[in-house]
């Protein structure tokens, strides 16, 4: 009912703490936490690991590749990275050993982008199989990625950084936010971005990112915002950090 309502779907899971989601062509739907990865076959009625292959079970994010494979991003362990899983079936192999990932992102032309600790940002052209650094180290985290229909790119770090050259360089974008620790990104109908940042605060841009503008929150308090993504009929949702979350229906007005 498009977020109105919500009820608990995680029998089987080892770890309730689920940093991503992802679902596969089949519906399968995996979800990665901090003692590995969870596949359901049941729209969510019961989970079981599937962790084999894996040398860092610390994952961060997991995202579907255009032609269904299953990618997730480690932390720890034993030389994390990133692993694919070709057939979603939770067998994995390394296919980027990297000290922590943390986000993928799904460019219009089926390119795939991750990034993580320390930069930069890597490309892969083949489904997630090899991986390219693109350009130099950053020295920064990089939290989020997100790529607009019209393919730019966009990093959230200690700001907002935007490159039209798959990564290679990148400028400045972050005008107007209250709060530069930018954790995530979703976009709406008619080109609007939104970026959650912390101190419990949601953005938008209307200008592909050029400026932003603080959205409204109807609460008096919130705990930080952990991501953001967006539903169908231009609808979006913030999640938080005690599991609270919020809805737009207006464009990312107001919440």
Partial sequence: DNGVSWERASTGLACTSVRALAINPTGHIFAATNV?????TNNGTNWSAVNSGLTSTDVYCVTITPKGAVLIGTDKGTNPGIFRSADGSGNWSQVLQYSIVFTFTLGPNGNLY???YNG??????????SW?????KTGVWIHCLYVNPS???YAGTDGIFRSTDAGKSWTSSYKGLACTDVVGFSTLRGGIVIAGTGGSRLHRSTDNGATWTEAKISSDWLPAITTVTSGQDGIAYAGTYNGEILRTTDKGVTW
Avoid at 120 to 129: A, Q, Y
Wanted: proline share 8%.
């Fill in 36 to 40: 590995g990865v969870f596949r359901t």
């Fill in 114 to 116: 991750a990034g993580g």
């Fill in 120 to 129: 930069p940002v890597h490309l892969s052209t083949d489904d997630g199989i």
């Fill in 132 to 136: 390219t650094p693109q350009g130099a």
């Fill in 151 to 153: 393919g730019t790119l």
